[in-house]
């Protein structure tokens, strides 16, 4: 199986920089763990059935060294909150080799140029594993011979229409994935749907221009305000990219880091960033926040 976690990595820090409006200051608080940062979080908006999307910056050969946010995911996060899902939508899909040369030459392009390690791919697979061994029903995207002859850009990918493939992808995914919820909901009572993937398609306040990159606005609607924005960032990660550090939630995390400790930080009602706590010394230093 190969995971075609889509999104170039410039696109993937663009949107999780979220420049979109927020109701007041982002405000930061500290947790001992991911776990109690993420649930505190959704017993803050009270959710109980409808979409929680997590969004990740991406792991690159860069940043391999350090652990991603999808192993910390399913290591640190999924096992406390599973009670709390009916479906995991994962952003990846399976290559059938049916698809003949486009499904061949986009699978390698996107392999190159995201760059992501080779341990990946095992990551997703053991996160839909636990997933299916808590009780929480897995699904992955369903992508065909004319998504991937839509991908084609003549030898290589058009990245646009591969991230709009995408993100209609995980929007058809989601919508399955609530309806089975809803089917479940008689017996278990209601419960989230899940979403992990990158921090592109998940926004619920995107550019304009990264706008047909989000499945967020048309699930919020569709679950009558029922969803949850929750980026994960693993702050070497967010170190390296400009347009994270602009933000005024980096500023708020930077301010209420301490060395060990989880950052949530509140955008809006709607949206929270899960801030890991870092792994050398220079993002677990406390310092003053005098900008990003």
């Known amino acids: ?61 860069a940043t391999a ?49 995201t760059e992501r390690p080779a341990q990946t791919e095992t990551e997703i697979e053991t996160l839909l594993r636990v997933a299916h061994d808590s009780g929480v029903q897995p699904r992955i995207l369903s992508i065909g011979c004319a998504d991937y002859q839509a991908m084609r850009a003549g030898g290589g990918v058009d990245y646009d229409r591969t991230l709009r493939v995408t993100a209609g992808a995980l929007d058809t995914a989601i919508g399955r994935a609530l309806r089975a919820a809803a089917l479940a909901a008689d017996r278990t009572g209601p419960r989230l749907v899940a979403v992990y993937g990158g921090a592109l398609h998940n926004d619920l306040h995107p550019d304009p221009e990264l706008a047909p990159y989000s499945f967020a606005p048309a699930v919020l609607k569709a679950t009558l305000g029922h969803y949850i924005e929750l980026d994960l960032v693993v702050p070497e990660y967010a170190e390296t990219s400009e347009a994270v550090k602009a933000q005024s939630w980096w500023r708020a995390y930077r301010t209420a880091r301490r060395t060990g400790a989880t950052v949530l930080v509140r955008r809006d009602p709607r949206s929270f960033v899960v801030v890991f706590p870092g792994t050398t010394s220079r993002n677990n230093e406390r310092k003053p926040s005098t900008g990003p």
């Open 1 to 61: 199986m190969i995971g075609a976690l889509v999104g170039t990595v410039l696109a993937a820090a663009a949107a999780a920089a979220h420049p979109g409006p927020v109701a007041g200051p982002p405000r930061a608080t500290r947790f001992d763990t991911p776990g109690a940062a993420i649930a505190a979080a959704l017993d803050e908006t009270g959710i109980a059935g409808g979409v929680v999307a997590f969004g990740e910056l991406h792991q690159t050969l």
């Open 65 to 113: 060294a350090v652990p991603s946010a999808l192993r910390r995911f399913t290591g640190q996060i999924f096992p406390g909150l599973a009670p709390r899902f009916s479906q995991l939508v994962v952003e990846t899909w399976m290559t059938t080799g049916r698809c003949g040369e486009a499904e061949k030459a986009v699978t390698a392009d996107v392999q190159k140029t």
